[in-house]
C-alpha cells in the first residue's frame, strides 16, 4: 500500500517552461490537495478537488492550474514557472471532508531559475 | 476567508524543558487537527480535536480545543531530541493551515 505517490521528487526548470507534478493515491479517497511550503510560511493551500470531477481554488492559485483525471489521480500544472514558484509541492488526499486527517506524499522539490 | 495564526514561529528550549504552541482562528472551526513535520519530511498527523472544551493527551503531548472553538492549543512535556520538527494545527472547511511552530531543541 503506497499511499499517496509524487512525481518528480526533485524538479529544475527555467523561467517560462510548464511541467506537471503528478500526484496519485491508491486510498480510494475522494478529496485530494496540492499545497506549496516555502520557509517560514506554512503550508499554503493551492487548488482541492473534493471529488472526481471537481476542483476549487485555495489561497493562492495563482500560476497553477490542476486536473483531477480521475479518483486516483490529482495533477498540478506550471504553465509558464516563475522564479517565485520555487517551493516544496506537496500533494494530499482524505476519505471524505467532515472528519479525516489528510495523508500526504512525500513531495516535490521544485527550483526554478 | 478563514485565517489560522500560529505563534510563536520559532522556539528554542532546552531538552527536558516544556514547549506550547497556540493556534488562533479568525472564525469558529467545526474542527482543529495537529501535524508534525520532521526536517526535511511531509507532514504527519498528530491528532484531532472536534468539541468546544476539549483535551486529548497523548503521552507527554497535550492538546486543547477553546470553548468557542476559535483557538487551540499543544503543549509538551519534558521535551526530548526526537519532539524537534515543525508543529502545524489546520482548520477544517478548505483545511487552511497555520505557518507552524518549529521546535529547536538545545542538548
Known amino acids: 500500500n503506497a499511499g499517496v505517490t509524487q512525481t518528480p521528487k526533485f524538479q529544475v526548470l527555467k523561467t517560462g517552461q510548464s511541467m506537471t507534478l503528478q500526484c496519485a493515491q491508491d486510498?480510494?479517497?475522494?478529496?485530494m490537495y496540492w499545497y506549496r511550503q516555502d520557509p517560514g510560511m506554512g503550508l499554503r493551500l493551492i487548488y482541492y478537488?473534493?471529488?472526481?470531477?471537481?476542483?476549487d481554488k485555495g489561497e493562492v492559485p495563482n500560476g497553477y492550474n490542476v486536473s483531477r483525471l480521475n479518483k486516483r489521480e490529482f495533477s498540478l500544472r506550471l504553465e509558464s514557472a516563475a522564479p517565485s514558484q520555487t517551493s516544496v509541492y506537496f500533494c494530499?488526499?482524505?476519505?471524505?471532508?467532515?472528519?479525516?486527517?489528510?495523508?500526504f506524499g512525500n513531495g516535490t522539490r521544485l527550483t526554478v531559475t | 476567508g478563514q485565517q489560522v495564526m500560529q505563534i510563536p514561529q520559532y522556539q528554542h528550549v532546552q531538552e527536558g524543558e516544556d514547549f506550547t504552541t497556540y493556534c488562533n482562528s479568525s472564525?469558529?472551526?467545526?474542527?482543529i487537527q495537529w501535524y508534525k513535520q520532521r526536517p526535511g519530511g511531509h507532514p504527519v498527523f498528530l491528532i484531532q480535536?472536534?468539541?468546544?472544551?476539549e483535551v486529548k493527551k497523548q503521552k507527554r503531548l497535550t492538546f486543547q480545543f477553546g470553548e468557542a472553538k476559535k483557538n487551540s492549543s499543544l503543549h509538551i512535556t519534558a521535551t526530548q531530541t526526537t519532539d524537534v520538527g515543525t508543529y502545524f494545527c489546520?482548520?477544517?472547511?478548505?483545511?487552511?493551515f497555520g505557518k507552524g511552530t518549529r521546535l529547536h531543541i538545545l542538548p
Open positions: 472564525t469558529t472551526l467545526s474542527n
Open positions: 494530499a488526499s482524505i476519505p471524505d471532508r467532515v472528519n479525516s486527517p489528510l495523508h
Open positions: 480535536l472536534v468539541k468546544s472544551g
Open positions: 489546520a482548520g477544517r472547511y478548505k483545511i487552511i
Open positions: 478537488s473534493a471529488s472526481e470531477g471537481t476542483t
Open positions: 486510498m480510494n479517497h475522494n478529496s
